[in-house]
């Protein structure tokens, strides 16, 4: 048994607009991961109660994701914990994830604690923007990686990228990310070593299979 931290965002609000995590993005890895008999903690940027963007709420996907609804609830604050004890950190999205991921300390720290020890570090869409300036042994987490999340053509697509403080896949490439790209809104995951990474909300579970095969083979 791994035991994998989830890391949501706390943020509701995107320059004026209303916004949280992508409920699904959570909610398919948290049953996956559940299922497969690992050990999940859920925290968030402030703990508490987690937003979730209303735009992905979708009724008929709610029955199957109460376990994970509740797990929603009351989260610990990611400062809270101390991710060097976690064998995997994953981060969905959500356009909040933009807001409170980038240049916090908490969210570099689990990266790196995580990717030291030779763990996976995994993310989802939006999630990736906790790569964003994260800087490891002197030079940024995603350069020379092949990775992915919301690509600038998806945010495009969305009508917020004038809301959006920047663009994910500009942000990552001028990294040095290698950032691999397939059709909008269509299912593709990307695995680099210890890093996966999936580009939309329908990556979701793809994601979160690549993430326990990798656990299969560290066990």
């Known amino acids: 048994m791994a035991r994998i931290l989830i890391v949501s965002t706390s943020a509701d609000d995107m320059n004026g607009h209303k916004t949280g995590l992508w409920f699904e993005e959570f909610a398919a890895p948290y049953n996956l991961f559940k299922d497969a008999g690992h050990e999940v903690t859920v925290t968030s940027i402030k703990g508490g109660d987690v937003p979730i963007d209303k735009a992905s709420i979708v009724k008929e996907i709610l029955p199957k994701f109460q376990d ?15 991710p060097s004890s976690f064998d995997a950190v994953y981060f969905p999205g959500g356009h909040g994830a933009v807001v409170d ?35 490891i042994d002197g030079k940024p987490f995603v350069s020379g990686r092949q990775i992915n999340g919301f690509t600038d053509e998806e945010e495009k697509s969305t009508g917020l990228e004038d809301k959006v403080p920047f663009l994910l896949e500009t942000t990552l490439r001028g990294e040095g990310a290698t950032f691999l790209t397939s059709d909008a809104g269509k299912e593709f995951a990307v695995i680099d070593g210890n890093v996966v990474t999936g580009q939309n909300p329908a990556s979701s579970e793809a994601v979160a299979k690549l993430v326990l095969a990798k656990l299969a083979t560290q066990a």
């Open 68 to 82: 994970a609804r509740r797990a929603l609830h009351d989260t610990k604050a990611l400062a809270e914990v101390d």
């Open 101 to 135: 991921f980038p240049n916090n300390p908490q969210v570099a720290g689990a990266i790196e604690a995580v990717i030291k020890k030779d763990g996976i570090v995994a993310s989802v869409c939006h999630g990736p923007a906790a790569f964003a300036h994260v800087m």
